[in-house]
Nanobody, 127 residues
Framework: QVQLVETGGGSVQTGGSLRLSCAAS????????MGWFRRAPGKEREFVAA????????YYGDSVKGRFTISRDNAKNTVYLQMTTLKPEDTAVYYC????????????????????WGQGTQVTVSS
């Protein structure tokens, strides 16, 4: 059974940085894309970033481009989200996602494309 566990959330001031980690267990995932979504209070879950199985391709939502970096370590079955220059509007619960079915990059922003989800980790950015 696939399990995704996010860590690294917390509270930070505007302009600060955080690194989220997502450890996957229950299989080998180097062939599959992984990603991050977030849900701010009162809003829909939003695509943040995704990375291909081999780590070569990375994709970002418009609101985080240039500030967030997604990476993965397949030897550790872990994906990371380095967040810099954080803003109050980045406050949200961040969810890790895994797609264990073949999807093209055009589908990364679609929540239903992803087959497995973590429980989420809270990120709070104060002004």
């Amino acid at each position: 059974q696939v399990q995704l566990v996010e860590t690294g959330g917390g509270s930070v001031q505007t302009g600060g940085s955080l690194r989220l980690s997502c450890a996957a267990s229950g299989g080998t995932f180097s062939a599959y894309p992984m990603g991050w979504f977030r849900r701010a209070p009162g809003k829909e879950r939003e695509f943040v970033a995704a990375i291909t199985g081999n780590g070569v391709g990375t994709y970002y939502g418009d609101s985080v481009k240039g500030r967030f970096t997604i990476s993965r370590d397949n030897a550790k079955n872990t994906v990371y989200l380095q967040m810099t220059t954080l803003k109050p509007e980045d406050t949200a619960v961040y969810y890790c996602a895994l797609a264990m079915t073949p999807i093209g990059s055009a589908w990364y922003t679609v929540k239903s494309s992803w087959t497995d989800w973590g429980q989420g980790t809270q990120v709070t950015v104060s002004s």
